[in-house]
């Protein structure tokens, strides 16, 4: 597992590219037969990624969690974004089409990650926030979950969100998630942007293929921007806007751990603010 220590909201204006990239972005996820965790200091997010294709790949504890096991006081969110795999808490098994999603609940003690096909693996996004609870376990279809359409072709922002974990769906300690799709010719996110003083918000980044992103973050009179490509994804901490432009449309995923899981908690920036 890897620590990510981040930057507050006067040091990251004197950072350079590089450092910029150290400290917001995660880059390396989504390798084949490897279990990758990235742990944020950000309201205590894990991050991660599972490609199972020639052995089965298990979540555990360890040292960076003071855990016997990694779910002993976590919840989880996953999402497929590749082919069919299953998902195997604590000996029941949870079929993941692509865009499907599970919750898994505190106390599970297992959990295990398997592609259905070697040729076509699955590629399980996770997110984890601690939990105070213990709450079931459920598998999230994508025709399970809460559809809103919004945006223009004018404004090139026309896009679907897909709500997953989210309140009076399905019941989590803090983790809302869920994925936004663009239409094709539509490229802009989040703008207007907006902050969350109450929790932090983790964007990953999918369906770009070869083409490129342009993510806007900082204090609203105090942007930089990072240039992410496929299966990347960008911490932001409650101070931050998180906004994006790609050179085609795409989707992401989105997630949330913090005070407050109400969708619309969100702090507004007005657009003539931005600098």
Request: aromatic share 10%; net charge neutral; glycine share 8%.
């Amino acid at each position: 597992m890897v620590i990510r220590y981040l930057a507050d909201q006067i040091r990251y204006q004197r950072m350079n590219t590089e450092e910029l990239r150290d400290t917001f972005l995660i880059h390396d996820l989504f390798q084949p037969d490897k279990l990758i965790t990235y742990y944020t200091e950000a309201d205590r997010g894990i991050v991660g990624s599972a490609v199972p294709i020639r052995k089965t790949l298990q979540l555990t504890g360890g040292k960076e969690l003071a855990s016997r096991y990694f779910a002993e006081r976590r919840e989880i969110g996953i999402i497929n974004i590749g082919a069919s795999g299953e998902v195997e808490v604590d000996g029941q098994s949870y079929q993941l089409e692509n865009r499907d999603a599970l919750y898994i609940g505190r106390g599970s003690k297992e959990i295990r990650f398997v592609s259905k096909n070697p040729q076509e693996p699955a590629r399980f996004y996770l997110l984890s926030y601690p939990a105070h609870q213990v709450l079931p376990s459920r598998k999230i279809s994508r025709d399970q979950a809460e559809v809103n359409p919004l945006g223009t072709t004018d404004a090139s922002n026309k896009r679907t969100i897909y709500k997953y974990i989210h309140p009076g769906a399905v019941e989590s300690c803090q983790l809302v998630m869920g994925l936004t799709t663009l239409k094709s010719g539509s490229v802009w996110n989040t703008m207007a942007p907006h902050t969350h003083e109450r929790r932090t918000e983790i964007y990953m980044y999918f369906d770009l293929g070869d083409q490129l992103l342009f993510h806007f973050m900082g204090k609203p009179e105090q942007t930089r921007h990072i240039v992410v490509r496929d299966g990347q994804a960008v911490i932001s901490p409650s101070w931050s806007i998180h906004a994006g432009a790609g050179t085609s449309n795409y989707s992401f995923i989105w997630g949330m751990g913090g005070e407050n899981q109400e969708f619309s908690d969100m702090d507004g920036v007005q657009m003539d603010t931005i600098r």
